[in-house]
């Protein structure tokens, strides 16, 4: 995810006009859990108490993980504040379209130790692989060479309290790495019942920066139009969701198109699956199918911005219509001069 993860943690880059973590914090609250721990460094902390400060119906614990020794690792960082009950763990840079309900609810009505999310991918050795007899996971392998099936462990877990036991007892894998598949595994070692559910609708696991871009396409396909800024001279077309202090002056936008609050578009075309950031400012340009972060500056591009990644504050100024369209990812407080 470099260069955009140079200064902020991955889970709080913005789609579809929130942090990825927001996301997540929603799916959760969604599925009726509102006591939500989640795991930090020092060095991470910061920005993810800032991008979830003010959340309303939700109860944060940041739980500080001193160092970073693997997912398995992680969820035991939460031994203490969990207890005895039981716990959904969600990776906080997943994204599901038809959230987490339904694993909670299979967890709930048949008790097991665990159900876990699954998801048929093309490449299952890049991921945790489960094998099923019926619904039930008989063996679960991390990143196999010889997959033995198409079915990757999704970001999403229930589990019963027996998993600190399990995670306690742990030890590292060939990479060094507590691994959560191992925890699991020593679950149906012990004749625990462990329920696979299959992901229903998308599910994006957001590791490069093209995921990015399609997360964002994907939520804005559900987008409603909410045009509650200043628009003036301009055409507007599809749903798009545009600010109340918003002002678009000389436009072309095509939704679905997600505009923050106080941002400035003047003279600019605004392609689908666009979302722009709080304070940003578009000029004389072309955007679409892109994520601009908060406070960025577009102005006098005469090349069209098509798949770009903005970060905070960047800046994107001049340049000739060659090529016809310009693919650009830019880090924060980035700034380019196109001559």
């Not at 795991?39 to 400060?53: F, G, K, L, W």
């Not at 196999?144 to 306690?168: E, H, K, M, T, W």
């Not at 960047?314 to 001559?339: H, M, N, W």
Request: aromatic share 4%; with cysteine; proline share 5%.
């Amino acid at each position: 995810m470099r260069p955009l993860t140079f200064t902020r943690p991955k889970p709080v880059l913005n789609v579809a006009g929130k942090p990825i973590i927001v996301h997540a914090i929603e799916t959760l609250q969604a599925a009726g859990i509102t006591e939500i721990g989640i795991v930090v460094s020092d060095v991470t902390r910061p920005a993810v108490q800032q991008a979830t400060e003010d959340l309303p119906g939700v109860t944060l614990e940041f739980l500080e993980q001193s160092e970073m020794l693997g997912l398995g690792h992680a969820v035991l960082m939460g031994r203490e504040w969990v207890g005895e009950d039981d716990v959904c763990v969600y990776l906080g840079d997943n994204l599901f379209q038809n959230g987490v309900g339904a694993y909670v609810d299979l967890f709930v009505r048949e008790r097991p130790s665990a159900v876990i999310g699954l998801v048929e991918v093309e490449n299952p050795r890049a991921f945790g692989v489960a094998e099923l007899d019926g619904q039930r996971i008989v063996r679960l392998v991390e990143k196999p060479q010889n997959p033995p099936s198409n079915l990757a462990v999704a970001g999403v877990y229930c589990f019963s309290s027996r998993i600190f036991d399990q995670l306690a007892s742990l030890k590292p894998s060939a990479r060094g790495e507590y691994e959560i598949t191992d925890a699991i595994q020593g679950l149906i070692d012990d004749g625990q019942t462990v329920l696979g559910q299959t992901v229903e609708g998308w599910w994006k696991d957001t590791g490069q920066p093209r995921d990015l871009i399609e997360a964002n396409h994907l939520l804005l396909e559900r987008l409603e139009d909410a045009r509650l800024g200043t628009v003036e001279d301009s055409r507007l077309t599809g749903p798009v969701a545009l600010a109340a202090t918003a002002r678009v002056t000389n436009c072309k936008i095509v939704g679905p198109a997600m505009i923050g609050e106080g941002v400035v578009i003047e003279n600019a075309y605004i392609g689908p699956f666009t979302s722009i950031g709080a304070g940003s400012v578009i000029r004389n340009s072309e955007v679409e199918h892109s994520v601009i972060e908060q406070e960025c500056v577009i102005e006098d591009v005469e090349t069209r911005l098509q798949d770009c990644l903005i970060g905070l504050r960047a800046v994107v100024r001049g340049g000739r219509r060659i090529p016809k369209t310009l693919k650009l990812t830019l880090s924060d407080a980035s700034i380019v001069e196109l001559t």
